[in-house]
């Protein structure tokens, strides 16, 4: 039911994705990998990333989000997600430090996979060196050993995009 990629795709991604899932043997991305941090920049980049690099086919971007299978908990099944996508809150939920968007999401898939999520995002020592207060109905969104995580940054208009494959190796 999927349809051939429109002008809402960027090649960039799909080449980028293509060339890091032989580098690293993916096959099936929703099956191998664990997480994804995408550039959601603006919503729209956000769903076309899960088209453009296989987490859904094309033309089905907000279905797979409508069907929970991008959260850390699917909301319809309590169950994970199948790839839990922007657990650091995106670039829209962190302000989009534009320059450094693709070293901070590689730096969080990387505390995903070290299991030291909540270490970074849970201290209230933390929350409190930035004058803020840790909400009281704070939750963990650390992946259930994780072994396998994507970034993908892009630059421009998405002509130039980097798929970094991050892999736990202990």
């Known amino acids: 039911d999927g349809r051939w990629p429109g002008f809402e795709s960027f090649g960039a991604t799909r080449f980028a ?100 999520y909540d270490k970074f995002h849970g201290d209230p020592k933390l929350w409190e060196r930035y004058g803020k207060k840790k909400p009281s109905d704070w939750k963990s969104l650390q992946v259930k050993n994780p072994k396998r995580g994507m970034a993908i940054s892009h630059a421009g208009v998405g002509s130039h995009v980097v798929c970094t494959v991050l892999d736990r190796a202990w």
């Open 17 to 116: 994705a293509y060339m890091a899932y032989h580098m690293a043997g993916i096959k099936n991305p929703i099956e191998d990998l664990d997480l994804v941090e995408t550039h959601d920049a603006f919503t729209i980049s956000d769903l076309q990333t899960y088209g453009d690099v296989g987490l859904t086919l094309y033309g089905k971007e907000q279905d797979y989000v409508t069907s929970g299978d991008c959260y850390l908990e699917n909301p319809k099944t309590g169950k994970p997600g199948k790839c839990p996508s922007n657990l650091s809150g995106g670039l829209l939920g962190t302000m989009h430090a534009v320059g450094a968007t693709g070293i901070f999401q590689a730096g969080e898939v990387f505390w995903q996979l070290q299991g030291k």
